[in-house]
């Protein structure tokens, strides 16, 4: 399995089934007050949800809405199911791409809460953008999924990756550290 994303080595990090319970609890929040709520996932969770590529993951990084009743369900969800207080964070909105493109994918759908997730080309330019590269032990590291879904895309080079996350972010945005880890994956037979 890949590497998880969180920082705590003692903390295992979130799984699947600790995962699908908070959001089923979450429908079930959102029921009660007779609204239907959509969350978009990213990073680790899709990995682990969608692709089975992981085993846990430090937090569940989405967009939702309708915004003030899902922070009330992570607030009474994190302190009924005894969950780090940003189990399920935005953070990642400074990270989307102007080319949002989501799909629901093989995600798991609950009674009051549609699970979205990008499709995995922007989820791959998403994850090279961040391009974390860990190094120590308990570093994040988005390296094992970068591998993942370039051999899940089928992408053959190292030019057809960068082109791809061109097509999510301006070129000018780019790091370069990016292309290193992108030509190194491939220059090592890794992907």
């Known amino acids: 399995m890949s590497e998880s994303e969180h920082s705590d080595p003692s903390d295992p990090g979130?799984?699947?089934t600790q995962i699908l319970k908070a959001l089923e609890?979450?429908?079930?929040?959102?029921?009660k007050q007779g609204i239907?709520?959509?969350?978009?996932?990213?990073?680790?969770?899709?990995?682990?949800?969608?692709?089975?590529a992981r085993v846990t993951t430090k937090d569940v990084d989405a967009l939702f809405q309708p915004t003030a009743p899902i922070r009330e369900g992570i607030r009474r969800i994190a302190e009924?199911?005894?969950?780090?207080?940003?189990w399920l964070n935005d953070g990642v909105k400074g990270f989307i791409s102007a080319r949002h493109e989501t799909e629901a994918g093989n995600l798991p759908q609950f009674a009051n809460l549609r699970l979205t997730m990008p499709v995995p080309e922007y989820l791959l330019a998403m994850k090279c953008m961040a391009a974390r590269m860990g190094g120590t032990a308990g570093e994040p590291s988005d390296v094992a999924d970068i591998r993942f879904l370039i051999r899940h895309l089928g992408l053959p080079s190292p030019q057809q990756v960068l082109d791809l996350v061109a097509l999510y972010y301006p070129a000018n945005r780019i790091p370069v550290k990016?292309?290193?880890?992108v030509e190194g994956l491939f220059e090592e037979g890794l992907v």
């Open 80 to 86: 009924e199911q005894q969950l780090p207080a940003d």
């Open 25 to 31: 609890s979450m429908s079930d929040h959102l029921a």
């Open 178 to 181: 990016t292309q290193y880890l």
């Open 36 to 52: 239907k709520g959509e969350v978009c996932l990213f990073g680790g969770t899709v990995m682990l949800l969608a692709f089975s």
């Open 14 to 16: 979130l799984s699947r």
